[in-house]
């Protein structure tokens, strides 16, 4: 770039900003009106150069200052919707547990309830096998009882007395002797 400030002091400065060709007129026609208004050109452009880089500066800054808070707003969200989709799965997980849990639970009382029912129904037969057993006792004491008491009978009417308050047994095969011998 060009050199366009060729002027030394603050006057000729504060001279060359109010009127150009009053400084001109003042350093004696040195310079010509077109080299100085070129000048003044080039002044200007680089005057809107530079306001338009620092407009450029400021605005990328600011572009990135709205950007960061855009990513940053972006990642909260996409940290909001991580949540909500890990919220729905624990749900679903939730959901799914309890429906196994219960079904299982299902089984187990199931499997309960035939233990129970196997043990009530062992209970009842072993009962039924007791009462069972008592009976057929009771009627074998029965018949042990009518037969000692037939042969009691018996007994007496052959007159047998020497068996009478002992048990049957040799008297029936007194009997039975005595029956053979005639």
């Known amino acids: 770039r060009p ?44 005057i809107l150069d530079r306001a338009a880089a ?11 200052i709205l950007m960061r808070k855009f990513v940053s707003k972006f990642r909260r969200e996409i ?30 009382k199931l499997q309960h309830r035939e233990a129970q029912l196997m043990q009530q129904y062992l209970q009842e037969r072993y009962a039924m096998k007791k009462k069972k057993n008592i009976e057929e006792a009771k009627h074998r004491l029965h018949k042990l009882y009518v037969r000692e008491r037939q042969e009691r009978q018996m007994a007496r009417y052959f007159d047998i007395r020497r068996y009478e308050g002992t048990s049957c047994q040799g008297a029936m095969r007194e009997l039975f002797e005595l029956l053979d011998t005639t």
Do not use: P
Not at 19 to 29: F, K, N, Q, V, W
Not at 54 to 64: A, E, T, Y
Not at 94 to 104: D, N, P
């Open 3 to 46: 050199i366009v400030f060729w002027f030394q002091t603050h006057q000729e400065m504060d001279t060359l900003y109010l009127d150009y060709y009053t400084l001109i007129e003042r350093m004696g026609h040195h310079h010509k009106y077109h080299a100085m208004e070129a000048n003044i050109i080039e002044i200007a452009q680089r």
């Open 54 to 64: 620092l407009c450029i500066r400021i605005q990328s800054r600011w572009r990135g």
């Open 79 to 108: 940290i909001r919707k991580r949540e909500i989709m890990v919220q729905c799965c624990m749900k679903i997980q939730r959901q799914f547990r309890g429906w196994r849990g219960r079904r299982c639970a299902g089984r187990i």
